[in-house]
């Protein structure tokens, strides 16, 4: 019996992590289904929540009027959430340009922009974050995808740059993994959510989300996609960011590993045949879910052989925070550990059904 669950606990990790990924690479490419892109120029209400951004914001509202887009066509909107900085005073210096300011008692993100959405006023709703820059063209490129009327929703690149240390190049190279996955969905159907810097989708198909919700860019494209609708991912369309360390990290994929299990509940028929991409969403989202449990399958299935390997790889990853930055040896331990914390991260989400997801918000932005 143990051996049997130490070969199935091994075999699904191994899907999840490669089997599945090669999977939809090979799918993507021989079943692709392309965006039938065309001119467009509709318009456009930028919604920017932010809380305590002072650092960024001007440089962000910057980056958005420098786009090459048609400012009569934009309608920028800042939600300032409880900020107790500079946020409001630096985006009011821009109300001469036409930026419009909303400020907000602290409330979550989504009730933010619930806020934004109800007073938005372009056919398309242009979702970003403050911290990121976007290129010029992002909009443009992404304003695209909706001469196909089967997009409903549009999501842009994120590109993390170069990182100083191997935990932020580590941190870079997992999210070029994620985009490799979202990349082949896109070419097959839609992706399961969007980049959350960085999207766009029809006014019309945009619901209120309840407060608690702490996967906004999921929530709301689900919405779409269960209307029929392809959720497309746009790589000419980009943002940049600085690479996050480890501990950044840990505590955002225990908010979005959270956010998964809330949006089963929200969606369950993701589960179930309405959903024509029940396979790759059981796959990919629901899998990540279930892979701490299988790795504690794994090592309680274990012989004595096994076990000592499985041990190795912990101590290896206890072992990298003593590892000086530069020793050779830290592009073996580092790469390990990222991998633990993140496993751990998965692992402590399951917190989700035993407190409310505010706390998990309040928690991951710490």
């Known amino acids: ?76 909107i800042v939600i300032a959430n409880g900020c107790t900085d500079g946020t409001e005073a630096a985006a009011a210096e821009f109300a001469p340009r036409g930026v419009r300011l909303i400020s907000l008692p602290q409330a979550s993100k989504a009730e933010s922009l619930n806020e934004g959405m109800r007073q938005a006023k372009g056919e398309i709703l242009f979702f970003t974050d403050v911290r990121q820059k976007l290129d010029p063209l992002s909009l443009a490129r ?44 896109s070419s097959l159907d839609s992706v399961l959510g969007a980049t959350g810097c960085i999207y766009a989708m029809r006014r019309e198909l945009a619901e209120p989300m309840p407060a608690a919700t702490l996967l906004d860019d999921v929530h709301l494209p689900m919405a779409a996609f269960f209307r ?96 000086p930055e530069g020793w050779a040896l830290k592009r073996l331990t580092s790469p390990i550990r990222t991998f633990v914390v993140l496993m751990a991260a998965a692992l402590l989400a399951v917190s989700i059904l035993f407190r409310p997801g505010k706390a998990l918000w309040n928690e991951a932005r710490a």
């Not at 075999?11 to 992590?17: A, C, D, S």
């Not at 997009?151 to 997992?174: C, F, H, K, M, P």
């Not at 959270?258 to 309405?274: D, S």
Request: net charge positive; with cysteine; charged share 20%.
């Open 142 to 185: 992404l304003m695209e995808c909706f001469a196909d009327p089967e997009v409903g929703v549009a999501s842009g690149e994120l590109v993390i740059r170069e990182g100083e240390t191997q935990e932020e190049a580590n941190t870079g190279l997992y999210w070029r993994y994620e985009k490799w996955i979202r990349k082949g969905l």
């Open 1 to 76: 019996m143990l051996t049997g669950l130490f070969l199935l606990s091994g075999l699904f990790i191994l899907y999840v992590l490669l089997g599945y990924p090669l999977l939809v690479a090979a799918l993507a490419r021989w079943f692709p289904r392309p965006i039938r892109r065309g001119p467009m120029r509709p318009s456009v209400t930028v919604l920017l929540p932010v809380r305590n951004g002072e650092a960024w914001i001007r440089a962000k509202l910057e980056s958005i009027l420098a786009l090459d887009y048609p400012l009569e066509l934009l309608d920028v």
């Open 228 to 323: 029929g609708y392809r959720l497309v991912l746009d790589e000419s369309a980009k943002a940049y960011d600085v690479p996050s360390s480890l501990k950044t990290e840990f505590k955002r994929k225990v908010r979005t590993q959270a956010g998964v299990y809330q949006l089963i509940g929200t969606y369950p028929a993701l589960l179930g045949p309405r959903n024509r991409l029940w396979f790759h969403f059981v796959s990919y989202k629901f899998g990540r879910l279930l892979l701490p449990f299988a790795l504690m399958a794994l090592a309680v299935s274990s012989g004595w052989g096994a076990l000592s390997l499985q041990a190795t790889f912990y101590a290896l990853a206890v072992i990298d925070l003593a590892v």
